[in-house]
């Protein structure tokens, strides 16, 4: 039987994971099928045993389903159960289901591609949700010499850099206490989403720094647009989903595929 995989969220009809695993399969010769399942927003676990049942090995886990995919774990890698949240499941010969996070490890991954040097470098990471949860732990791994966070709900930024402070040098507070220069600034909140720009002084950037942002689209977000004009590179999250979607398939097959082919066909889909 060819093993399944699959991506579980709702909706879930647009997730650009099928085609990235699809063609990760293609380019390393794995016999393997990957679908998009929309779970019942009430019985996720329910929804994750009955594709176990019917062969499937393994799942991509996305909204909003990361935190309860976290709980049905048996085994949690280090970076999940800081986490708190897991966008890949895998189901041990056992039968054990293990869970893990890739969405840092993602990111890490495609800001070093992008030649950016993280190791002494002055970090702001806007947002303090789930997203930035995740990517957390990956980052302060790469001994930047500073992290801020800064959220809109200031307290919410102090609690996280709170649960991360032996990790490294971390701190959280309100967007009005932002004060940089910063190398790498990278955007974690939805605020895109409603074309809002957090508010955040025009001096944030130091000479050469990236600006990235979680999000993609075919157009630039609000948050890049306004980056570039204050002389920082701009750099989208495509990169990312294609570099946490490559560790999952690592975490599954035991290979690492091609990534910049993968990406060069998804950019020109956008
Ligand atoms: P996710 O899983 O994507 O992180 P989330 O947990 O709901 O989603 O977090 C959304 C993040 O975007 C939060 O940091 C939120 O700020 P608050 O904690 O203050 O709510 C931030 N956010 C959402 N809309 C925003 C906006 N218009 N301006 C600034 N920040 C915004």
């Not at 010969?93 to 293990?98: F, M, V």
């Not at 893990?100 to 806007?126: W, Y």
Request: aromatic letters at 8%.
């Amino acid at each position: 039987m060819t093993d399944r995989y699959c991506v579980f969220g709702h909706p879930v009809a647009h997730s650009k994971s099928p085609a990235i695993h699809a063609a990760f399969a293609a380019q390393t010769g794995q016999a393997m099928e990957y679908t998009a399942i929309e779970a019942p927003l009430d019985d996720f676990a329910g929804a994750w045993r009955r594709f176990t049942a019917e062969g499937g090995r393994g799942a991509n886990v996305t909204v909003p389903f990361k935190e309860e995919a976290f709980r049905l774990c048996d085994t949690l890698s280090q970076r999940a159960r800081r986490a708190g949240a897991v966008n890949t499941l895998v189901l041990g010969k056992n039968g054990l289901t293990y869970g893990d996070t890739t969405d840092g490890v993602g990111l890490v991954r495609d800001l070093v591609r992008h030649g950016v040097t993280l190791a002494g470098a002055r970090i702001l990471v806007l947002g303090a949700g789930g997203a930035v949860r995740g990517v957390l732990e990956p980052l302060l791994a790469e001994r930047p010499a500073s992290l801020v966070v800064a959220n809109r709900t200031a307290a919410k930024a102090r609690a996280l850099a709170a649960d991360f402070r032996e990790l490294g040098t971390i701190t959280g507070g309100g967007f009005d206490a932002v004060a940089g220069p910063f190398d790498v600034v990278i955007n974690g909140t939805s605020a895109s989403l409603a074309g809002d720009l957090p508010p955040l002084p025009d001096d944030l950037f130091s000479e050469g720094a990236t600006a990235y942002d979680m999000m993609y689209g075919a157009e630039p977000t609000v948050f890049l647009r306004w980056a570039e004009a204050r002389g920082a590179r701009p750099v989208d999250g495509l990169g990312m989903l294609v570099e946490q979607a490559a560790e999952s398939f690592y975490q599954w097959r035991g290979r690492h595929p091609d990534t910049a082919p993968v990406l060069e066909t998804l950019r020109a889909s956008l």
